[in-house]
């Protein structure tokens, strides 16, 4: 009973010193959310230039990153956090039975959802009129580095050695890359033609190391943009988007290119729209993707937006009961292609069902910004579980999140009201 005393006398003296209010935890949030995304580049420098790693050390650095974004969220704690908690919760008492069901624990399978409400809280404990500056100062760093592989793409390769990174840390082979020859990612040269014919042959990936997250990343920052122009001014919104343009080019990426256009022209209707109507993009893509499969025959084993979407379909197709409630390791290796099949057979029908549903309604649509961020997030997750599981990464999840949790955290209400509660 002291013991429980003297904790809490602990806490109630570091409230009342003021740090917990100190410019320390008002930044913390935003250079967490940094570190988080650029921490593999930062890893590939050290594997490259000083000594090889392992995927121990990587694991552990991003263990590192996600407890201390945890234990900065909840020392700014409110109320609104509580529900979020208890998602967590069962997130990890899922894990806890599917490793008794199965035999075998998997904490990559718990690390992989777990994100999603760590960032959440740490973006609903940033101080907001950090927001913008934490990603305009994202946005310059990506552009610098990435225009460094552009011009400069022997220095950018003698510093990263992104290949030998993922071979020492992935266990990657490099029989599985396109051209073994290149210290670049798998997938920065392709057997077939650029999406923009007009680059060159190389695909960008700047700090991210990879083309696709590149392109993920990019998608979060037209929906931020769309969301948040009112809030970033004319001369940082046109920053944005021209920097962005160039960033998709580079990348090559075709869901990246889809997904924004996508995001784009729904930011013009979405406020106007049923409230907690982003529910609906994810059951609605699949039924139209198994109709669409059905009516049109999609075959799989092209690397094309076609070929995976029917990936999916098929895989889907073969799932038993034991996939479906998420207790068999029959599949998970299959799913590479389809974040969709990935989630359900790590995470089970239910819980998908679940996380889906609290992604969609555990949200505050009060503002313009909320509710168009909130549908942009859903469109982006949307598409991309159709034919990948790469929006799982921190490296673009952890922005994801945490812009949507600061969102939800603050806003100014009157300038973002939302048409139909004006005049309310």
């Not at 890359?177 to 990612?185: C, K, V």
């Not at 997250?213 to 122009?229: K, P």
């Not at 673009?396 to 100014?412: E, N, S, V, Y």
Request: with cysteine.
């Amino acid at each position: 009973m002291s013991d429980v005393t003297s904790l809490s006398n602990s806490n109630a003296n570091f409230r009342s010193s003021g740090l917990a209010n100190s410019w320390l935890l008002d930044v913390a949030p935003s250079a967490i959310v940094i570190a988080a995304i650029m921490f593999n580049a930062g890893l590939a420098v050290v594997n490259a230039n000083v000594m090889a790693l392992t995927p121990s050390l990587v694991m552990l650095v991003e263990g590192m990153l996600t407890a201390t974004a945890l234990a900065v969220a909840l020392l700014r704690w409110r109320p609104e956090m509580a529900p979020i908690v208890v998602v967590m919760s069962l997130i990890f008492l899922f894990g806890v039975v599917r490793a008794i069901a199965t035999g075998e624990l998997q904490p990559k399978y718990i690390r992989d959802v777990m994100i999603i409400p760590v960032f959440l809280l740490l973006g609903m404990a940033s101080s907001e009129r950090y927001l913008v500056r934490t990603v305009l100062f994202i946005q310059t760093v990506v552009l610098a580095v990435f225009l460094l592989e552009s011009f400069l793409p022997d220095i950018h390769s003698a510093i990263f050695k992104i290949q030998e990174y993922y071979i020492n840390t992935r266990g990657t082979r490099a029989d599985q890359f396109y051209n073994s020859n290149s210290d670049l990612f798998v997938s920065a040269t392709r057997p077939n033609a650029r999406y923009f014919p007009w680059v060159n042959e190389l695909r960008m990936s700047s700090i991210f190391l990879e083309p696709v997250s590149l392109g993920n990343y990019c998608s979060i920052i037209v929906a931020f943009t769309t969301s948040c122009f009112r809030r970033i001014g004319l001369p940082a919104t046109i920053y944005l988007a021209v920097t962005t343009v160039l960033l998709l080019m580079g990348c090559d990426g075709r869901l990246a290119v889809l997904a924004s256009v996508i995001i784009l022209a729904a930011a013009f209707v979405t406020p106007y729209l049923p409230p907690y109507s982003a529910i609906i993009y994810l059951p609605l893509a699949g039924l139209t993707l198994f109709s669409a499969a059905g009516l049109f025959g999609l075959k799989s084993g092209e690397d094309d937006f076609a070929g995976r979407l029917a990936g999916t379909v098929e895989i889907i197709h073969r799932f038993e009961l034991p996939d479906l409630l998420g207790i068999s390791e029959q599949f998970v290796n299959s799913t590479v292609d389809s974040g969709l099949a990935y989630l359900i057979v790590t995470q089970s029908l239910p819980g998908l069902i679940l996380l889906w549903t609290f992604i969609a309604w555990h949200v505050s649509e009060k503002t313009t910004e909320q509710v168009r961020f909130t549908h942009a997030l859903c469109i982006y997750l949307t598409l991309s579980m159709l034919v990948s599981y790469s929006l799982l990464t921190i490296k673009t999840a952890a922005l994801l999140w945490f812009i949507q949790g600061a969102l939800q955290a603050g806003g100014d209400a009157e300038r973002n009201q939302i048409p139909a509660l004006k005049g309310a």
